[in-house]
């Protein structure tokens, strides 16, 4: 089973950037899709970004297009999400998963292994 740490999470102002990164270990990591997910308070968890198990076919979430980008570092087992222009509405825990399958989905049920996640704050 593949465990993950998300990290790089914090308060950053309107128009910032920040990067966030996911260490993976336990599997070989690049035998999954990888995705990143957020969840805001009340709100439900909703697809950020992620790629397939090949690396080839990348998606977005309408709302990250043009400002976040993910990437991945088989070597070091790791997933990234570099996030510029953020957003007061992008304020969310961030998370990492595994994809299930071969294939990236944008539902929350076809990711397993979910890290603690990490806390992004954006201010106005």
């Known amino acids: 089973q593949l465990q993950l740490v998300e990290s790089g999470g914090g308060l950053v102002q309107e128009g910032g950037s920040l990067s966030l990164s996911c260490a993976a270990s336990?599997?070989?990591?690049?035998?999954?899709?990888m995705g990143w997910f957020r969840q805001a308070p009340g709100k439900e968890r909703e697809f950020v970004a992620g790629f397939s198990r090949s690396g080839h076919s990348i998606y977005y979430a309408d709302f990250v297009k043009g400002r976040f980008t993910i990437s991945r570092d088989n070597a070091k087992n790791t997933v990234y999400l570099q996030m510029n222009s953020l957003k007061p509405e992008d304020t969310a825990v961030y998370y990492c998963?595994?994809?299930?399958?071969?294939?990236?989905?944008?539902?929350?049920?076809?990711?397993?292994?979910w890290g603690q996640g990490t806390q992004v704050t954006v201010s106005s």
């Open positions: 998963a595994p994809g299930l399958g071969a294939d990236v989905s944008t539902n929350p049920e076809s990711f397993g292994s």
């Open positions: 336990g599997r070989t990591f690049s035998s999954y899709a």
